[in-house]
């Protein structure tokens, strides 16, 4: 894939996205935060990314992942993304919905429009909290089953992601609980927050004892301590895991990188000694080479006629 231009995010995204997680193998979701962050992944090879809600609270509004972000924050942040992806799929993190059912296929339409191939929709109650922080609550199951309901019924095709943050709060039985009703209403995949491997093993068995061959989904989040830990690749996938999130682990690395620029900039008045690109590499990421280019195919020839006025 070049880097090329900014174009329009193409069709189809949704179906990618849904034939990654229905293979056998495990894909991995860089998270992204902005449209360079998005190339960048796509350059890497990433075959889907992931928008966090907590990337786009920090990133865009400073204020962390405690229920400031609203899904037109969201949304408007994976229109951006989707175009510099060239078709690599979004899975975009949709909190709780904001609001009830009506205001979570609401969410879901937006998402669709902005070019989101799917999307993660959580059970915690509003204003919901990062899922590795105490305190959480999450709503009753039955409300929860009809927002992910709602949010398949909008019809946008996009990969429905049911999330449960059950597990602190309520136990593993209910985390298998709200999985399986998920499932029934038509996610496309779970996606249970904070789960251990043997806690992955039994969502596992009781969507295949209710007959639901469901993908699952798996967050290796630094706000949950450090990513080096934690079951591999392959205990994963052997349990029916198919997509993993990294969703902060690229925003915590620009942040790092841009403190040492500033530190150097405040203590010497220069940035020198720092690690950093070029300035054409960045350019040439965001396509600079090839609209000048194209900026000569509209070039106005001067009227010989003119020169005399």
């Given amino acids: 894939m070049t880097s090329g231009p900014l174009r329009a995010a193409p069709a189809g995204a949704p179906d990618r996205l849904r034939a990654l997680l229905a293979a056998d193998d495990l894909v991995h979701l860089p998270g992204v935060h902005d449209a360079v962050s998005a190339r960048l992944a796509r350059r890497s090879g990433a075959r889907a990314v992931h928008l966090s809600g907590a990337a786009v609270s920090i990133s865009e509004l400073g204020v962390p992942d405690l229920g400031f972000v609203h899904g037109t924050d969201i949304a408007r942040r994976a229109a951006l993304v989707a175009a510099s992806l060239d078709g690599v799929p979004v899975l975009a993190d949709a909190d709780t919905g904001y609001g009830n059912a009506l205001q979570a296929r609401h969410t879901a339409l937006g998402y669709a429009a902005a070019g989101a191939a799917g999307l993660h929709l959580e059970d915690q109650a509003s204003p919901k909290r990062c899922g590795h922080l105490a305190g959480k609550a999450v709503i009753g199951r039955a409300e929860a089953v009809q927002k992910v309901r709602a949010t398949v019924d909008a019809g946008t095709a996009l990969v429905v992601v049911a999330r449960t943050d059950a597990l602190s709060v309520e136990g593993l039985g209910s985390v298998v609980e709200r999985c399986v009703a998920f499932a029934d209403v038509g996610a496309d995949a779970v996606f249970p927050e904070g789960a251990a491997l043997a806690d992955l093993e039994q969502v596992r068995a009781a969507l295949d004892a209710a ?60 940035a020198a000694g720092t690690e950093r690109w070029e300035w054409s590499a960045l350019t040439g990421l965001v396509g600079q080479p090839e609209l000048l280019d194209e900026e000569l195919q509209y070039a106005v020839a001067e009227d010989p006629s003119s020169a005399h006025l």
């Fill in 211 to 270: 007959g639901h061959r469901l993908p699952l989904v798996w967050n290796r989040s630094e706000a949950a301590g450090p990513v080096e830990s934690g079951p591999t690749p392959a205990q994963l996938a052997e349990v029916g895991v198919r997509a993993v999130i990294h969703p902060v682990s690229a925003l915590l690395a620009a942040a790092r990188a841009m403190e040492r620029v500033y530190a150097a900039i405040a203590e010497s008045g220069s």
